[in-house]
């Protein structure tokens, strides 16, 4: 029982590039999140995915774009990558999308954009 | 919006009790408050949830006073282990808020040997 994983660990890339992150869950959640974290800062939501089907906006969506393929699979897609990117991205989900839910996190994926 | 505060952060040593408050005076009545862990490199783990007076775990207690306008996280005799950043969110049971769903700064807690 995996819980939430996340591809990839780490990558680099250079401004302007595209890259799409990848996150799965086996818990059979409604549910997902995208967050970025920044150092010295807390998380921030980027998109979610309150079930199957339908996305919607967070805090900071800017420069990102998201693909719930399935129930168990959410997407994180920059188009044209910006130094102001560089980040650590976590991926969660919940069985449901009521804030008090609690939320499973994979362990991240560290992006740096030359 | 139920906005948190907590104390940036906090030392302790090793087998003693550690408290954190948090701090969430706008707090709506459908509104749990909940905690997360975590640890560098990891993402947020969740530990503990509550409503109202205490709640207590294999992990931690929390005890929420009457008003529900702070809640206080106890971490019961720490060990090295314990060191990681702790959040408070404050979020509800009904329709689907991301303003509550703003992690902010969190508690960094350092237990030292």
């Known amino acids: 029982n995996a819980g939430v994983t996340q591809t990839p660990k780490f990558q680099v890339l250079k401004t302007g590039q595209s890259m799409t992150l990848q996150c799965a869950q086996d818990m059979n959640h409604n549910s997902m999140y995208w967050y970025r974290q920044d150092p010295g800062m807390g998380l921030r939501l980027i998109y979610y995915s309150a079930s199957e089907g339908t996305t919607d906006k967070g805090e900071v969506p800017n420069g990102y774009n998201v693909s719930r393929l399935n129930k168990r699979e959410f997407s994180l897609r920059l188009e044209s990558a910006a130094p102001s990117q560089t980040s650590v991205y976590f991926c969660?989900?919940?069985?449901?999308?009521?804030?008090?839910?609690?939320?499973?996190f994979g362990d991240g994926t560290r992006l740096s954009i030359l | 919006l139920a906005k948190t505060t907590q104390p940036i952060s906090m030392d302790s040593y090793e087998g003693q009790e550690v408290n954190i408050t948090c701090s969430h005076n706008?707090?709506?009545?459908?509104?749990?408050i909940t905690w997360y862990q975590q640890f560098p490199s990891q993402g947020p783990r969740f530990i503990i949830q509550?409503?109202?007076t205490k709640v207590t775990n294999e992990v931690a207690s929390l005890f929420i006073p009457a008003d529900r306008k702070s809640s206080t996280l106890s971490l019961p005799r720490v060990s090295l282990s314990d060191t990681a950043v702790y959040y408070c969110l404050v979020g509800d049971i009904q329709g689907y808020n991301t303003d509550k769903l703003i992690f902010g700064t969190g508690t960094r807690l350092q237990v030292f040997p």
């Open positions: 969660a989900s919940s069985v449901w999308g009521q804030a008090h839910q609690p939320q499973h």
């Open positions: 706008n707090i709506a009545t459908n509104d749990y």
């Open positions: 509550g409503y109202k």
